[in-house]
């Protein structure tokens, strides 16, 4: 790790004019647009946005998990520093290759929605985890064992031994989450992308989970990519935000600036449709209509079809160019463009 | 997996009880029995004068006098304890000596049929899916239609007449004229494992064609779940994924129906039987129909039926080894 914290000046992640389309019978549907971000050692990327935004399959294509029919076009480059300190640019490995092999898992790492589909239910939870184990480091099976058990355990699952031979559907919903981080965990990976980590579980168990990631980054030093729809998770684990909304960011800053001094009015509705303690009674503002198709995105800015400030003629023409706010906030917005002008 | 097996070995047993029921029945079905037809072929013609009396007589010679539940525990206790089906009228010897040899020959037509079409069907299945959508995947898909849509008599006669006419061999029958009454041999076997092939090609071909589907769709099911994806996001390599998560989930529905399998052989075999001239069980069953030969029918329904419930526990026992859900719900 310490030879790693020498080089935190450098960006782990550099994500640049990220452009994803999949081929369907319907026709080409661009699910992300143009999309940059970066993410340092050891910190807390959040990518925030409604389904359909694109926020899953901008972070899956780091892995290039993305199905068969999806494009990564050729300007788009997601440029990663590996563990050794050379720097790869991911949309150019072939498919097969084994470098990227080497990449998934050994050096960034996916945890799922959806903890039960993402197990195989006709392996025990320790095959899965020791597979992993045996994938990217050179170890004998029975320590590879251990390793696992060992995982188990420092996830909080209690009789990690039992455990490791048990199936996934013998498993809770909070356990097998749990599970599903030993199983990153025990790859040792740089950077590990969450996505929608907690969002199938109940409330308390997702408290649980995100305490339990916030300790184990601390220990082990990662950096993570938090995929939420949920600005209030959001808010307790990252360090820094991208807004998402139809393949497009339209807002990014520190979690300060997002949370407490939103500039965009995407933004700003998001956080006004989250119920409150302090404000009991009233009622919570809805976004009206509908995340417009993919097949028929708007041109300007994807968010005009809803948004209440509207500028007719301007927005529904051209995609705004970054304003930056202050050092750290940046937004996507007419509103903001003209003052600079 | 003890407790399972004892589950499914006692509801087979079940099973087999309310089975041998049934064939009694369906053997007491026939208007007539077997001494009507003996007197019809012994005095017909001769004029001679038949009354009840004599009927009588030959019912109780037969053992044919006795009431039914007595008959039937007659019969099924000779089979549970000596193996013995009784009589056979019509040949004048026992159901064991007429039906013999053609159990062994029926069960390794079934048997090799069963094996052509899981050797043919899962592979090229789990091939087909990987590569969906490609020319091979499309050739497959039309051979599967030609499979379900050829009938297999006219299959088996277009075999019949490639290999007399380019390959100078018989494929009618199990047996090489010189080996037909040879005493068993290691080169009687090999050439009934020769006499085998065209056969078992024949019966297979319509079960590949159905299970080779069964096993693309199920694939192609699998290769899109999300613990496909885990396990590839945990780098693990192209085809060692394939073989260690869908391609095992996609033979469970081929596993689950080994017993329509079997059924749907010995639905076909008389039909193939009787072009290829195999002597099997169907026509034999046929045959003692026609001449009310009861207790060789009875013989034959209860050992085919047998065979197909004993291949359902077989598929029963493999899918709770392939799946360790099947144990879970089951208890």
């Given at each position: 790790?310490?030879?790693?914290?020498?080089?935190?000046?450098?960006?782990?992640?550099?994500?640049?004019?990220?452009?994803?389309?999949?081929?369907?019978?319907?026709?080409?549907?661009?699910?992300?647009?143009?999309?940059?971000?970066?993410?340092?050692?050891?910190?807390?990327?959040?990518?925030?946005?409604?389904?359909?935004?694109?926020?899953?399959?901008?972070?899956?294509?780091?892995?290039?998990?993305?199905?068969?029919?999806?494009?990564?076009?050729?300007?788009?480059?997601?440029?990663?520093?590996?563990?050794?300190?050379?720097?790869?640019?991911?949309?150019?490995?072939?498919?097969?290759?084994?470098?990227?092999?080497?990449?998934?898992?050994?050096?960034?790492?996916?945890?799922?929605?959806?903890?039960?589909?993402?197990?195989?239910?006709?392996?025990?939870?320790?095959?899965?985890?020791?597979?992993?184990?045996?994938?990217?480091?050179?170890?004998?099976?029975?320590?590879?064992?251990?390793?696992?058990?060992?995982?188990?355990?420092?996830?909080?699952?209690?009789?990690?031994?039992?455990?490791?031979?048990?199936?996934?559907?013998?498993?809770?919903?909070g356990m097998r989450q749990r599970a599903m981080i030993a199983v990153a965990l025990s790859m040792n990976p740089a950077l590990l992308i969450a996505d929608e980590p907690t969002t199938s579980l109940d409330v308390?168990?997702?408290?649980?989970?995100?305490?339990?990631?916030?300790?184990?980054?601390?220990?082990?030093?990662?950096?993570?990519?938090f995929i939420t729809h949920n600005l209030g998770v959001i808010a307790q684990v990252a360090d820094k935000i991208e807004v998402m909304y139809l393949g497009k960011i339209l807002e990014r800053g520190t979690t300060k600036d997002i949370i407490q001094n939103p500039q965009h009015p995407y933004t700003q509705a998001l956080l006004k449709a989250i119920p409150r303690l302090d404000h009991i009674g009233e009622r919570l503002n809805a976004i009206s209509g509908d995340i417009p198709s993919p097949l028929s995105r708007p041109t300007g800015c994807p968010f005009y079809t809803r948004c209440e400030k509207v500028i007719p003629g301007i927005c529904d023409v051209k995609m705004p160019n970054p304003t930056k706010l202050s050092d750290t906030h940046t937004v996507y917005c007419f509103l903001y463009e003209e003052k600079n002008v | 997996m003890i407790k399972f097996l004892v589950q499914r070995t006692l509801g087979m047993i079940v099973t087999m009880f309310f089975v041998s029921i049934m064939v009694f029945i369906i053997m007491e079905l026939p208007p007539g029995d077997y001494a009507e037809r003996w007197a019809f072929r012994k005095f017909s013609g001769t004029g001679a004068q038949i009354t009840q009396a004599d009927l009588?007589?030959?019912?109780?010679?037969?053992?044919?006098?006795?009431?039914?539940?007595?008959?039937?525990?007659?019969?099924?206790?000779?089979?549970?304890?000596?193996?013995?089906?009784?009589?056979?009228?019509?040949?004048?010897t026992s159901v064991n000596n007429v039906i013999g040899q053609k159990i062994?020959?029926?069960?390794?037509?079934?048997?090799?049929?069963?094996?052509?079409?899981?050797?043919?069907?899962?592979?090229?299945?789990?091939?087909?899916?990987?590569?969906?959508?490609?020319?091979?995947?499309?050739?497959?898909?039309?051979?599967?239609?030609?499979?379900?849509?050829?009938?297999?008599?006219?299959?088996?006669?277009?075999?019949?007449?490639?290999?007399?006419?380019?390959?100078?061999?018989?494929?009618?029958?199990?047996?090489?004229?010189?080996?037909?009454?040879?005493?068993?041999?290691?080169?009687?076997?090999?050439?009934?494992?020769?006499?085998?092939?065209?056969?078992?090609?024949?019966?297979?071909?319509?079960?590949?064609?159905?299970?080779?589907?069964?096993?693309?769709?199920?694939?192609?099911?699998?290769?899109?779940?999300?613990?496909?994806?885990?396990?590839?996001?945990?780098?693990?390599?192209?085809?060692?994924?394939?073989l260690k998560y869908p391609a095992r989930l996609a033979i469970n529905p081929v596993v689950s129906t080994i017993g329509f399998d079997a059924n749907r052989i010995f639905s076909e075999l008389p039909i193939v039987a009787l072009v290829l001239g195999l002597p099997e069980l169907g026509q034999l069953l046929l045959k003692s129909y026609l001449d009310l030969d009861m207790f060789v029918a009875g013989a034959i329904l209860l050992i085919l039926t047998f065979m197909i419930v004993f291949m359902n526990f077989l598929s029963d026992i493999f899918l709770a080894i392939l799946d360790p859900r099947v144990k879970l719900i089951e208890g």
């Open positions: 790790m310490e030879n790693i914290k020498e080089k935190t000046d450098d960006n782990l992640l550099e994500v640049k004019n990220l452009k994803i389309s999949f081929k369907t019978d319907e026709g080409i549907i661009t699910a992300v647009d143009g999309v940059n971000f970066t993410v340092k050692h050891g910190e807390t990327l959040g990518i925030v946005g409604e389904s359909g935004s694109g926020k899953s399959v901008s972070t899956w294509s780091i892995m290039r998990l993305l199905p068969k029919n999806s494009i990564i076009d050729k300007k788009s480059s997601i440029r990663f520093r590996k563990k050794d300190g050379k720097v790869v640019d991911i949309t150019k490995l072939k498919a097969r290759s084994k470098e990227l092999r080497k990449i998934r898992g050994g050096e960034v790492a996916l945890i799922f929605q959806e903890p039960m589909s993402s197990f195989s239910p006709v392996y025990t939870i320790g095959n899965q985890i020791s597979e992993a184990v045996l994938q990217h480091r050179d170890v004998s099976k029975e320590e590879a064992q251990e390793i696992a058990i060992d995982m188990l355990d420092r996830v909080g699952i209690a009789n990690p031994r039992q455990r490791f031979k048990q199936y996934p559907f013998e498993l809770s919903g308390t168990i997702q408290a649980q989970i995100l305490e339990l990631m916030n300790e184990l980054q601390e220990e082990l030093g990662m950096a993570i990519i | 009588d007589n030959i019912r109780a010679n037969f053992g044919l006098d006795r009431p039914a539940p007595e008959r039937y525990f007659k019969w099924i206790s000779n089979i549970v304890l000596h193996g013995d089906f009784g009589e056979a009228f019509a040949f004048q062994w020959l029926t069960l390794a037509i079934l048997f090799s049929t069963l094996i052509v079409t899981y050797i043919i069907s899962i592979p090229v299945g789990m091939y087909a899916a990987v590569r969906r959508n490609s020319l091979e995947d499309y050739a497959l898909t039309v051979f599967s239609y030609l499979g379900f849509a050829l009938p297999n008599f006219l299959l088996a006669l277009i075999l019949l007449y490639i290999s007399i006419t380019y390959f100078d061999t018989s494929v009618g029958g199990l047996f090489s004229p010189d080996y037909a009454d040879a005493p068993w041999s290691m080169d009687k076997a090999l050439d009934l494992l020769s006499h085998l092939v065209v056969p078992a090609i024949i019966l297979a071909w319509s079960a590949t064609a159905f299970q080779l589907q069964t096993v693309r769709a199920t694939m192609l099911d699998e290769l899109n779940t999300l613990s496909v994806t885990a396990a590839r996001a945990r780098g693990v390599p192209e085809w060692k994924l394939l």
